[in-house]
């Protein structure tokens, strides 16, 4: 089962487009375009957030620390949210790694503007609750899918998450950056991939992985994966 609604269109962010014309031009007044690269650092943990984006392609990554052992993903951001959520909601410094997993582009905007903007912006308030709340969803599916899935569910799950935030069917993504997303060894990333692959779902070849079958994908994931589409929608109904 595809996604409902189209795949995402490069230029569009789903926050901003359900934004009425006058909120939008208010916010437009302050944003700047920026150019997204893989393995940028958008935020650290415990240090406040310089600016708040709004993606318009690619996919940045929220990750937990964990100590002496190497920090786990918790949820992905794409052109459906916005990075700084805990600016929204009152609170400038984020306990997580901020780093973007796929290059892309975005709407960037310091801090002190967005604070500034925001109490003039009921409908943009608004939706952000929505997505705040959606977002700690998906926060809360990744840890309970790390802990009760296999990794094959965990990398179809990751996979499909990262698939629906880009244009296409390829996705540029080392073993060693997959095993860093799902706080697993690079031989079972490499394991599982190559389980997928025969399964003839994707083909992973030189850090770049096709998506070949996504409904075989979908089969394969974990119902986590559903459940969080489905609450997604629900955040963007207009």
């Known amino acids: 089962m595809a996604p409902p609604g189209p795949r995402v269109q490069p230029g569009?962010?789903?926050?901003?487009?359900?934004?009425?014309?006058?909120?939008?031009?208010?916010?437009?007044?302050?944003?700047?375009?920026?150019?997204?690269?893989?393995?940028?650092?958008i935020a650290r943990p415990?240090?406040?957030?310089?600016?708040?984006?709004?993606?318009?392609?690619?996919?940045?990554?929220?990750?937990?620390?964990?100590?002496?052992?190497p920090s786990v993903e918790?949820?992905?951001?794409?052109y459906d949210g916005m990075v700084g959520l805990p600016v929204a909601l009152g609170n400038g410094i984020g306990?997580?790694?901020?780093?973007?997993?796929?290059?892309?582009?975005?709407?960037?905007?310091?801090?002190?503007?967005?604070?500034?903007?925001l109490p003039d912006c009921p409908v943009l308030r608004e939706v952000l609750q929505r997505y705040a709340l959606t977002f700690m969803n998906q926060t809360a599916r990744s840890s309970?899918?790390?802990?009760?899935?296999?990794?094959?569910?965990r990398l179809a799950r990751w996979l499909l998450l990262v698939h629906d935030r880009v244009p296409?069917?390829?996705?540029?993504?080392?073993?060693?950056?997959?095993?860093?997303?799902?706080?697993v060894r690079r031989p079972s990333v490499s394991l599982a991939a190559s389980t997928l692959q025969h399964a003839g779902l994707i083909n992973y070849r030189w850090g770049r992985i096709?998506?070949?079958?996504?409904?075989?994908?979908?089969?394969?994931?974990?119902?986590?994966?559903?459940?969080?589409?489905?609450?997604?929608?629900?955040?963007?109904?207009?």
């Open 46 to 69: 415990g240090e406040p957030y310089a600016h708040i984006l709004f993606p318009l392609a690619g996919v940045v990554s929220v990750l937990v620390p964990m100590g002496e052992e």
């Open 210 to 238: 096709n998506v070949l079958d996504r409904r075989g994908l979908e089969q394969t994931a974990c119902e986590d994966y559903r459940q969080t589409v489905d609450e997604y929608e629900m955040t963007f109904k207009a």
């Open 95 to 117: 306990p997580h790694e901020v780093i973007v997993q796929v290059a892309g582009g975005g709407w960037r905007m310091g801090t002190d503007h967005f604070r500034e903007l």
């Open 144 to 153: 309970a899918c790390n802990r009760m899935n296999d990794i094959n569910q």
């Open 12 to 41: 569009t962010n789903r926050v901003l487009a359900l934004l009425p014309d006058a909120e939008r031009s208010r916010l437009f007044h302050h944003l700047e375009r920026v150019r997204l690269t893989a393995k940028q650092v």
């Open 74 to 78: 918790a949820a992905v951001i794409g």
């Open 168 to 183: 296409g069917d390829e996705l540029g993504l080392t073993q060693e950056f997959l095993s860093e997303m799902l706080g």
